[in-house]
């Protein structure tokens, strides 16, 4: 298997596996069913002298937000919910 990933600091592609973590995320739910979906992550490790920083971790940002525990779909069902339960909970309040 291929390793090839992007240096945060200086976009060259780094292509040594260091080790693996896993990360669990929070997914729509699917016919009233919880959604949990546990991932396997590598992390890669950088032989550029000129950065004191070595490791670094795959980027699941399409998807996945940094120190997210669900999803980015999930996120913005939540927000649109919230967003709407406020606004009708506005328009129902009576103004002083």
């Known amino acids: ?7 945060p600091l200086c976009n060259i592609p780094a292509t040594k596996l260091h080790s693996y ?6 997914g729509l739910p ?3 069913n919880k ?3 546990k991932l396997r992550c590598r992390k890669l490790y950088f032989e550029n002298q000129s950065f004191s920083r070595k490791i670094f971790i795959e980027s699941l940002d399409n998807t996945f937000s940094k120190y997210s525990r669900a999803t980015n779909r999930l996120n913005r069902k939540l927000l649109k919910i919230a967003i709407l339960v406020g606004a009708i909970w506005g ?5 002083l």
């Open 1 to 7: 298997m291929k390793v090839e990933q992007l240096c």
């Open 21 to 26: 973590y896993y990360r669990s995320f929070r």
């Open 30 to 32: 699917v016919f009233e």
């Open 35 to 37: 959604v949990l979906i």
């Open 91 to 95: 328009q129902s309040y009576p103004k």
